[in-house]
């Protein structure tokens, strides 16, 4: 089995920052990208940003210049630093990563269980 573990959620007030942290664990051969998605209440769950395993990184508009993502591939390890956070990034941030948990060919989407981003202005 493959679990992945969120940390470092919390409150903070505009302007500041919060670093969250995911590690994957359990049955894993390989990991080709990992990442970092939202979901604000009433809306749909949204791309945040994503690394893969090479450091390509992708992120949505909204966050580009305040959020930076990174990994640590021997930890199995992804960030997020969010700095200048906004109101609007309220929201629950989930982990995402797609994982070979063994030798075969075969790739599986897998999910945090959600950290709560709260940004009070």
């Known amino acids: 089995q493959v679990q992945l573990v969120e940390s470092g959620g919390g409150s903070v007030q505009a302007g500041g920052s919060l670093r969250l942290s995911c590690a994957a664990s359990?049955?894993?051969?390989?990991?080709?990208?990992m990442g970092w998605y939202r979901q604000a209440p009433g809306k749909q769950r949204e791309l945040v940003a994503t690394i893969t395993s090479g450091g390509n990184t992708n992120s949505a508009d909204s966050v580009k210049g305040r959020f930076t993502i990174s990994r640590d591939n021997a930890k199995n390890t992804v960030y997020l630093q969010m700095d200048s956070l906004k109101p609007e990034d309220e929201a629950v941030y989930y982990c995402h990563a797609i994982i070979r948990p063994t030798i075969l060919p075969n790739e599986f989407q897998y999910w945090g269980q959600g950290t709560q981003v709260t940004v009070s202005s």
């Open positions: 359990g049955s894993i051969f390989s990991i080709s990208a």
